[in-house]
């Protein structure tokens, strides 16, 4: 008696577990089936696997009951994509099913079904593609309840069978955000040189926070209104600070086409940083970064039809795009291109959403990782140290020379330290370039050119990495008159062995190229003038006589200066320009315009006129009264000097205050003068670019403007650049 009841419970038992399995459901992931590593792992290939089921009855659950419920449940995790698809596809679902069945995801009814019958093997009946994407590696809850519908052969249809039972069929969508990781020049959705980022090696990009609102498309410095704080382009020359991101959706394209379902972008995975970006429609359809080389192009970017923003994508709350963003989005037309500014910095895998018609996200497809910082984390920023505020001139020591100051170089004290291993995302090349700033520039001026050169480099897709030296030029004049030009060329000559020190501690296996524009070229010169080795060094509207670097009396300009260039005494003559940087090293390339306006007024300052010469040569000063001299018929040793008021004065023995004070050079600038031969190598004339007379056109003109300029910059640094 005791046994038959306990026979009696354990059956009873296993009948209520069988319910309660049907009722609270089976592990959902007994139904799927992975198509992804089939062929090319797509919805076509799941047909093809259904029809197959259908013909062997292989569903992964058969159902032999009319009438049968049961519910399928749980996490189900798809796996992780191979290597090679990474970035490219998300998952997709399809119910196969010849009984009606109803799915949710997230506890979200995706699909409706329960109860109605379907027919196999018509797929249009029981073959259905699921609006859904789900995220490889990421879990996700399912539920899918089945109901046994229907369970004979259909007479209409004779032998075709009645299989009931259900499947979820796994297999790849084209979903994608993409960026050009590699920075070739070409975004690539596919093949060996697909574009990929990952969360070890993100898409690095600045966060726009300039201001390219000056006059002529020109930056305003210091900043007034940073170029992130609105939803517009401020200019053509704001688009240098935007970058190319391409949405690929190749699926769900009926639903997308008529607003049933809704296209986002939102930010994941961001660790506590914040990172944001703004959107703009792309306004070439093929995506192409031609509003970057072309003027006309770049015109038609800032056209009004795509100027304003059209989201601002902030925080893990997916941004929706506006319906009509997805006019003429097809099968055949399945990408959408986009420009996107760096708003607030931050780093994150940037993610597509799918959304109802009512806004409600019920899916997730690929992303690209971003990192968003300020540009100047981007590149090294590091300062001569040894002459401050406070460092005097030469002329105020009346009784001995000069006292030689201590030089040498720090990193910028002013914070956003330079990240080391930043370019090692970028698929590093082993190359410097270090820039060297002019005269009259503040800290900010030095800073957004160094920025902008850095920025051109860039996008005219330079991997290697970049530096910047801050010399403590005097930036201050007086009713344009350029009366701190000698003491900050004496301050440039001596900043040269900070340039020295400094190159020196460059990592070995990098080429070094250098580049100086204007007064940066004597501390380039000096530097050079003491050892420093580089490989090539490119001169840009370099203020520095032509004869230091090419004796050749062709290039005197018959101007009949007194000047100790010509002196008779050889000891004379070399505390004179004349050829001081003959006998350096590396390629020398002389990027001149001969109708530079600043080097026009260099001349002006290379003369004396009349008693009261104010940053002239020599530099006088009390009205002409007393200051520096050249006597060439004094003794030899005292043709040199200086006289003050009530002192008997010095003679002068520094070439470095003899250049900079009194020596007037007989020739141009090199950087107005293309005929300089000696130590330069090669040159440019820059008058190709239309730079017409304008001394820092480089930086001053809009990108689209310059890019022939920054080309041949790379090429003769023998440095591939972007087509």
């Known amino acids: 008696m005791k046994v038959a009841r306990l026979v009696v419970c354990l059956v009873t038992c296993l009948i209520i577990s069988a319910q309660v ?47 049968e419920y049961r519910r399928f449940s749980g996490e189900y995790t798809p796996p992780e994509l191979p290597e090679d698809k990474r970035g490219q596809f998300a998952y997709g679902l399809a119910l196969f099913s010849d009984d009606g069945c109803s799915v949710a995801i997230k506890g979200s009814q995706i699909h409706g079904l329960l109860g109605r019958p379907q027919h196999l093997p018509h797929s249009s009946e029981s073959f259905h593609v ?77 966060v726009n926070s300039d201001d390219d609102r000056g006059a002529q498309g020109a930056e305003q410095v210091p900043v007034a209104n940073p170029d992130n704080n609105d939803d517009q382009l401020s200019s053509v020359r704001d688009l240098e600070d935007l970058t190319r991101l391409w949405l690929n959706i190749d699926a769900f394209h009926d639903k997308i086409s008529n607003g049933t379902f809704k296209i986002g972008l939102k930010w994941k995975n961001t660790n506590g940083t914040s990172p944001v970006i703004k959107i703009y429609k792309s306004a070439d359809a093929q995506g192409s970064d031609a509003y970057l080389k072309d003027d006309r192009a770049g015109q038609d970017q800032f056209a009004a039809e795509y100027r304003g923003a059209i989201a601002t994508v902030a925080g893990n709350s997916a941004v929706v795009f506006p319906a009509d963003f997805w006019t003429g989005y097809s099968e055949q037309n399945p990408k959408r291109c986009l420009i996107f500014e760096g708003i607030a910095e931050g780093k994150g895998q940037l993610c597509i959403t799918i959304h109802k018609s009512d806004g409600t996200e019920i899916a997730e497809g690929g ?67 270090v820039f060297v700033h002019g005269w009259n520039m503040s800290y900010e001026g030095s800073q957004n050119f160094a920025e902008t050169m850095f920025k051109r480099l860039w996008q005219r897709g330079y991997k290697g990495r970049f530096a910047y ?88 300009q018959g101007w009949d200066y007194t000047t100790p260039h010509y002196d008779s005494d050889e000891d004379t003559r070399n505390l004179s320009y004349r050829y001081k940087l003959n006998s350096i090293n590396g390629t020398l390339i002389n990027f001149y315009l001969s109708g530079d306006d600043a080097l026009e007024a260099w001349e002006v300052n290379n003369y004396t006129s009349g008693p009261f010469s104010l940053g002239t040569r020599p530099q006088r000063y009390n009205a002409g009264a007393t200051g520096y001299y050249y006597n060439p018929n004094a003794s030899t040793g005292q043709r040199l000097g200086i006289n003050y008021p009530a002192l008997v004065g010095r003679f002068i023995t520094s070439p470095h205050e003899a250049m900079s004070y009194v020596a007037q050079s007989p020739t141009k600038a090199v950087g107005a003068d293309g005929r300089t031969a000696g130590s330069i190598d090669d040159k440019v004339d820059m008058a190709m670019y239309g730079f017409g007379g304008m001394h820092s056109a480089q930086f001053r003109f809009a990108l689209q403007q310059t890019v022939s300029f920054y080309n041949e910059l790379l090429t003769k640094f023998d440095i591939t650049f972007l087509p």
């Open 130 to 206: 699921l609006p859904v994407a789900l995220v490889p590696g990421e879990s996700v809850d399912i539920t899918v309840d089945y109901l046994n519908t229907i369970y004979f052969v259909d007479p209409r249809r004779p032998g075709l069978p009645d299989i009931d039972g259900c499947t979820l069929f796994l297999y790849l969508i084209p979903v994608s955000v993409t960026v050009d990781a590699n920075r070739d020049g070409a975004i690539t959705l596919s093949g060996e040189s697909r574009d990929i980022t990952s969360e070890a090696q993100p898409f690095r990009f600045w």
């Open 469 to 556: 030296m801050r010399w403590p030029t005097m930036d201050n004049s007086f009713a344009n008159i350029p009366y701190t030009y000698n003491a900050s060329e004496y301050r440039a000559w001596k900043c040269g062995e900070s340039l020295r020190q400094f190159m020196n501690t460059l990592p070995s296996g990098y080429s070094r190229n250098l580049v100086s524009h204007s007064m940066g070229g004597i501390v380039c010169g000096s530097a050079l003038q003491k050892g420093m080795n580089v490989d090539n060094y490119a001169l840009l509207n370099a203020a520095v006589p032509a004869a230091c670097y090419d004796d050749s009396p062709t290039l005197d």
């Open 367 to 433: 992303g690209a990782w971003l990192d968003l910082v300020d540009v100047q984390k981007m590149y090294l920023r590091v300062r001569a140290t040894g002459i401050d505020e406070s460092f005097p001139e030469p002329s105020q020591t009346s009784d001995r020379n000069p006292p030689e100051p201590m030089m040498g170089w720090e990193t910028d004290p002013n914070g956003k330290a330079y990240d080391e291993g930043m370019p090692l995302s970028w698929q590093e090349t082993k190359q410097y370039i």
């Open 21 to 67: 399995t049907n009722l609270f459901g089976q592990d959902v992931s007994t139904l799927v089936v992975d198509v992804s590593d089939l062929a090319d792992g797509s919805v076509a290939q799941a047909r093809l696997e259904a029809q197959r089921q259908t013909a062997s009855g292989g569903l992964p659950f058969r159902s032999f009951r009319r009438g």
